[in-house]
């Protein structure tokens, strides 16, 4: 039951994300604009509907819970909150994730998203929290019908979603990629340019051993990575924060190298 709701996984999303608006909650204009821009993303997908689903999908339902705490506790208002609550889980699965990534695949591509790299995982939370917080005060300011407060915060939200927009985006396009030629890890937060491996050249792809001396470029990230064993040596050149974090040059000649995929390519 379980494999089949995360094999048609889109469905059950866009109907949750319905259910959830059909309670009381306390929305001004902000929070619906919010849930509609994420109600559109549901049916468009695209590595970019995957980046405005996982930022503004957890605001919305964590502000709808927070007027369910402070008003009361009916079962239909608890029903609606855990439709809100189970389509925030599903839209942070892999699965999920693949389903707008590989939306956005040319001819015969095949993507596998990229874990988040664990030093990255602090500082993009700050991130959003700050977001986050700018959009609340300006629903909070918008209801109590505070101009004065709500327009300062609405250009303050707009001229920090234009500066960091690009910098979660990011996130949503690592991809471990299968191409006709071989295969290309694709990400511009670990690596200065695509790292081609072409078909000839692969010995090997399977789940990495815990000793294993390959280069690490999942970024340290949980679960367990998938090593990419090379014919030749190859050129893996590192991005700075890739360099900063295996303390190493940003040039590297190798013939093994970690990825973390939130689905593994091995089938």
């Not at 591509?109 to 991130?127: K, N, S």
């Not at 295969?183 to 340019?193: C, F, G, I, K, R």
């Not at 010995?203 to 367990?224: H, K, P, Q, W």
């Amino acid at each position: 039951m379980i494999q089949r709701l995360l094999t048609h996984i889109a469905w059950p999303v866009r109907v949750l994300w319905v259910a959830f608006a059909l309670a009381p909650n306390g929305f001004g204009i902000v929070a619906w604009i919010l849930w509609a821009v994420v109600a559109v993303a549901t049916w468009i997908h695209h590595p970019i509907a995957l980046t405005i689903i996982r930022c503004l999908t957890p605001i919305v339902v964590f502000y709808s819970i927070a007027h369910m705490l402070s008003e009361s506790f009916s079962s239909k208002n608890i029903a609606v909150s855990t439709c809100g609550l189970v389509s925030l889980m599903l839209v942070f699965t892999g699965e999920y994730g693949s389903v707008h990534v590989q939306a956005g695949a040319y001819g015969n591509e095949r993507r596998f998203l990229l874990r988040i790299p664990a030093p990255v995982v602090l500082p993009t939370l700050i991130i959003w929290t700050l977001f986050a917080s700018a959009v609340i005060a300006l629903e909070i300011a918008t209801q109590n019908k505070n101009y004065f407060v709500a327009i300062p915060v609405l250009l303050a939200t707009f001229a920090a979603s234009w500066k960091f927009a690009p910098q979660m985006h990011r996130l949503s396009k690592r991809w471990l990629v299968r191409v006709p030629a071989g295969w290309v890890v694709h990400d511009d937060l670990l690596l200065a340019e695509n790292l081609l491996i072409r078909s000839h050249n692969l010995v090997a792809m399977d789940f990495a051993l815990a000793n294993s001396e390959a280069l690490d470029i999942s970024g340290m990230t949980r679960g367990v990575p998938v090593q990419v064993t090379l014919r030749e040596m190859t050129d893996v050149r590192l991005s700075q924060l890739g360099a900063r974090l295996l303390k190493t040059v940003d040039v590297l000649h190798v013939q093994a190298f970690l990825v973390a995929t939130t689905r593994t390519p091995l089938n």
